[in-house]
């Protein structure tokens, strides 16, 4: 069982927004940020987000990332299959300041079907 | 251009030993952390540990602490991850990951293409 907690699938339709959520803990999301990463199949996963709301150089502006409490969330729009993939989102979770007992974490994956 | 090179696949049997690499290029090695990931087939990505090339601070997953061993070579901009003792259970794909930043917890932002690694008798 994920620290994080993601749900298993979603689905949608061409042109819908979609969002994917991430729940966490005050030890993980609640106190670090959140990073999403998308993955197609028999490739590597890519960095989609950073930071809970950054896009790295080359993700269309469809994609954002936002933060609020102990749960983050990742909208899709307009929604093209070129994006069914599975999308993971990942934070640090520590449960003293001293980063040295820390861990990253990874939700359990959402597969995204265009339908 | 930034980016991790692993090995495409090994193949061992149980018991046998195993080292893989990766190796960084395009950018500063000893400025940023790098990770190890696992992802069993079919399965969602775990984290492995990580390790500072610059002085080998090296932190574990306490999920595999004990289990594997991460460790780097500077020199060659390289670094592994090993087993002593491999067994069936150990069969995924392993990715090396970067640090977006200089901290622990910057998150990863390139990921290398991946070892397959099968574990079979």
């Known amino acids: 069982q994920s620290v994080v907690t993601q749900p298993p699938s979603i689905s949608g339709t061409p042109g819908q927004r979609v969002t994917i959520s991430c729940s966490g803990t005050?030890?993980?999301?609640?106190?670090?940020?959140v990073y999403w990463y998308q993955q197609f199949p028999g490739t590597a996963p890519k960095l989609l987000i950073y930071k809970n709301n950054q896009r790295p150089s080359g993700v269309p502006d469809r994609f954002s990332g936002s933060k609020s409490g102990t749960s983050a969330s990742l909208a899709i729009s307009g929604l093209t299959s070129e994006d069914e993939a599975d999308y993971f989102c990942?934070?640090?979770?520590?449960?003293?300041?001293?980063?040295?007992?820390?861990?990253?974490?990874f939700g359990g994956g959402t597969k995204l079907t265009v339908l | 251009e930034v980016q991790l090179t692993q090995p495409g696949v090994e193949v061992k049997k149980p018991g046998e030993s195993l080292k893989i690499s990766c190796e960084g290029s395009?950018?500063?090695?000893?400025?940023?952390?790098v990770g190890w990931v696992r992802q069993m087939p079919g399965k969602g990505l775990e984290y492995m540990g990580i390790?500072?090339?610059?002085?080998?601070?090296?932190r574990y997953s306490p999920s595999f602490h004990g289990r594997v061993t991460i460790s780097v070579d500077k020199s060659i901009t390289t670094a592994y991850l090993q087993w002593s003792s491999l067994n069936a259970s150990d069969t995924a794909m392993y990715y090396c990951?970067?640090?977006?930043?200089?901290?622990?917890?910057?998150?990863?932002?390139?990921w290398g293409q991946g070892t397959k690694v099968t574990v079979s008798s």
């Open positions: 395009g950018y500063n090695f000893i400025n940023y952390w």
């Open positions: 390790i500072d090339p610059l002085d080998s601070d090296t």
């Open positions: 990942s934070t640090w979770d520590a449960r003293w300041e001293d980063r040295r007992s820390g861990r990253w974490v």
């Open positions: 990951v970067r640090s977006l930043g200089k901290n622990v917890n910057d998150g990863f932002d390139i």
């Open positions: 005050s030890s993980n999301i609640g106190s670090n940020y």
